[in-house]
């Protein structure tokens, strides 16, 4: 046995540098925290985690005091627990806590409500309600708030952005927000500021978050524990009793992030990060955390599009098929049926990729078809990143396009891993680089020591490849680019396809840009990015189907639907499952099941250990080989990296002016 | 950037980049580096405070905090006229409330803050060494005892006219 500690009369076996918090944990003995943050330095803030040391000591905070051989801890004695009673109280009547009534015998719920609604404008019980930290231990600890006289807040609400609400009235001063933006996304646009009773979190100048260096990755608003921060657009939707969480992968980049979404109504409401682990250990940035309510922008196409007499009109899906129909009739007996072609986004799920593939080797007699994403793969899991003295970012501007992987990279360099930056540019991680090169001719690895390297994936390595000691790897700009390489989708020039005479473009490049006769766009917002197209439909996206998706680890997911879709919006492969009968292929079915089992699985010779139904359990990692069978060209077109992320966030309510400087444009 | 910003600010920035530079990017000089500005410009000017940030590679939200954790510090310029009311035991069993409300009113600014004309600032103290006078006030170099609020207005109208 080695070195022990006594909680509660049990003795534990710990390890020198343990605080008697995770000794506790490890043990599944409770200690309530609030200031504590997981995987950041204890800051011992709040004091609500005092246990007793001895009679004759002072409580100590267990989340910031090393476990010492022969402390004998008492986690829940009378005194701690009048002390934890006193502490919470203290903080109940700091605020405008209004999940109970409060202030001393002379004041009443009324007048206290009145208070609020002078302070924030609204009344309503505060928007944590039921799932506040603090709320749930003045249940726990049974509170009576009644005693102390109530404190009135000294600064007012901050309502001036868009996205974070910030109530300086029901802050507690944890200082949780301080730790996630200085240690888990390392932005450092807030700190502590003042001091004693008029003590306040700032960002520079105490001015706010807009005019701050705040990237809006809403890390502040996952981790208060009570309703300091909240997400402004929904801030009295979030109500717990209304709202149901189903766990997702974001839509934007190829890291392919876990989320919680909440909805409501058939209404996403909120976005958090997963903490069930990898890829992103609970981490998001803007546009995963924010960017989802394009879904309910006004501008969203829900009816397929004709045009007629030189304008768009309303038609129905059967009429857009026969149109399409006919014009693939018309346009191979003209050109030849090889002038059919078609350019993707791989935003779309494996089996809607694969109807349309299956849809345009159809018509077109070949496989006309392509996306203009390099071929990318991640190698390691990002919580690895760690692990590398060297990280060498080669050509990418990772904070901007990947940036939760940035955060794995500043958490490194924290811990002192050293960051070689080879880019011409100035990136928003230049800054932490220690080593900056202009060109890759001028990095001379050392051979006895591990790199880590992470390239934008348009970037010519070949001079560091088969490197025993070097790893290299790259993310996708898009969430399902592996997937779509998967299915036999590769990167196409395209300056070919457009000049195709007849071109579906499915959420890709603008229709000015091409030169064709008949132009079907398929796309969200297809009115106002695609003005010249002749023929629009409207697809379901993301949440609204289920479906599989391969990340840029090339691990398949599979993503539940949650919630329906809009108007008579259809998702890719039930619109290519119908044009394809309509075409006289005898597909039976066009379900997620149906496609990846008995289509994409027997076209690709993928064995049953990757069944539809054995995806549910969790991701499924894709051997190595296996992208060698199907082609691989990569022809590194780059000329709309990122364009969908801008297009998706500007049509997001509050998003678009941080849109406009965080996502970089296509180069 | 040192010269631009003394140019910007109009002052002399000479004795603060001295020190900027003797002490280097060592996040420890932070206080060193705030109080030689202070030195330099009577306060601690926002551009300045940016300027350490860049300099220093210390977040910009970190500095503020440090600044407004510490009294010595002060974020604007001070007024031309510096009034020190005290609120020590003596003055305050003597009425230095009346005393303070009154310079509230007709100062129009808080505890701690310079009037919008850069004419007064409003400091209190704990004790100005001469109790027997309690209540009692110091404007600048000169002491008023015995105060009453009608009294302080006539002191803060004087001031005024000079």
Known sequence: MGITIKINNEEYDFEIGETILEVARRNGIYIPTLCNLEGTKPTGACRICIVELGKMSAPVASCSTPAAPGMDIQTESPRIRKARKTIIELMMISGNHNCSAIGNSKANLTDFMQEVIEYDGSGSICTAYGECELQSLAYKYMVNNRTLERIPTNYPLENIDPLIGRDFSRCILCGRCVQACTEVSVINAISHGYRGNVAKIVAR??????????????????????????????????????????????????????????????????????????????????????????????????????????????????????????????????????????????????????????????????????????????KIEYSQIGEYEKIVLIGTDIARDNPVAANYIKQANLKGSEIIEINRKKTDLSKYA??????????????????????????????????????????????????????????????????????????????????????????????????????????????????????????????????????????????????????????????????????????????????????????????????????????GSKNDRFRTHKLLCNHCEGLSVIAEKRINPGE | MGENLSKELNLNIKEFKIDLLKNGSDPGALIPLLQSAQDSYGYVPEKVINYISEFAEIPAAEIYGVVTFYSQFRLKPLGKYIVKVCEGTACHVNGAKSIVDMLLNELGIGVGETSDDGMFSLLSVACLGCCSLAPVMMVNEETFGSLTPDKVRKVLKKYRQK
């Not at chain 1, 058939?266 to 309510?293: A, H, M, V």
């Not at chain 1, 030189?310 to 050109?335: Q, T």
């Not at chain 1, 345009?360 to 390099?374: A, R």
């Not at chain 1, 473009?505 to 009115?527: A, C, K, R």
Request: proline letters at 4%; hydrophobic letters at 30%; aromatic letters at 10%.
């Open chain 1, 434 to 635: 220690e080593i900056k090169l202009k060109d890759l001719s001028e990095f001379k690895p050392d051979s006895k020591i591990n790199y880590l390297v992470i390239y934008s994936p348009e970037y010519d390595i070949s001079s560091l490849e088969g490197k025993s000691n070097i790893s290299l790897n790259s993310i996708n700009s898009e969430n399902n680019t592996a997937g779509a390489y998967m299915v036999g989708i590769a990167n196409e020039n395209f300056e070919d396809m457009k000049k195709k005479k007849m071109v579906f473009s499915v959420s890709s490049i603008p229709s000015n840009e091409f030169n064709t006769e008949f132009l079907v766009v398929i796309d969200q917002f297809g009115v106002e990015s695609f003005e010249n197209a002749d023929l629009i439909l409207p697809p379901s996206v993301w949440v609204e189907n289920e479906g599989t998706y391969v990340n840029s680890q090339h691990k398949i997911y599979r993503m539940k639907k949650i919630v329906e879709p809009p108007g008579d919006t259809k998702s890719l492969r039930a619109i290519f499952g119908e044009l394809l009968n309509l075409s006289g292929s005898g597909i039976k079915k066009s379900t997620p099941k149906y496609i990846w089992d008995e289509m994409i699985r027997k076209d690709l010779n993928l064995s049953d250990d990757i069944a539809y139904s054995k995806l549910k359990k969790g991701p499924v990692q894709i051997v190595d080989g296996f992208f060698k069978k199907i082609s691989l060209k990569s022809s």
């Open chain 1, 205 to 378: 100048g105490d001015k706010p978050l807009p005019d701050s260096e705040c990237v809006y990755c809403g890390e502040c608003l996952q981790v208060c524990p009570v309703g300091a921060l909240y997400e402004k657009r929904s801030k009295y939707d979030q109500r717990v009793w209304d709202v149901t969480r189903e766990k997702s992968t974001c839509y934007y980049c190829g890291i392919g992030c876990r989320i919680v979404v909440s909805t409501k109504n058939n209404k996403i409401i909120k976005i958090d990060g997963s903490d069930e682990g990898e890829p992103n250990r609970g981490q998001l940035c803007f546009k995963g955390r924010f960017g989802y309510d394009f879904l309910y922008n006004d501008k969203r196409l829900t009816k397929p599009m004709i045009r007629s007499g030189g304008k768009l009109k309303e038609a129905s899906w059967e009429e857009a098929y026969n149109i399409i129909i006919d014009k693939i009739r018309e346009i191979s007996g003209k050109y030849g049926s090889e002038s059919i072609g078609c350019v993707v986004s791989p935003k779309y799920s494996n089996e809607d990729l694969f109807m349309l593939k299956k849809f345009i080797e159809k018509v077109s007699g070949k496989t006309n078809i392509g996306h203009s994403e390099p071929y990318s793969k991640f």
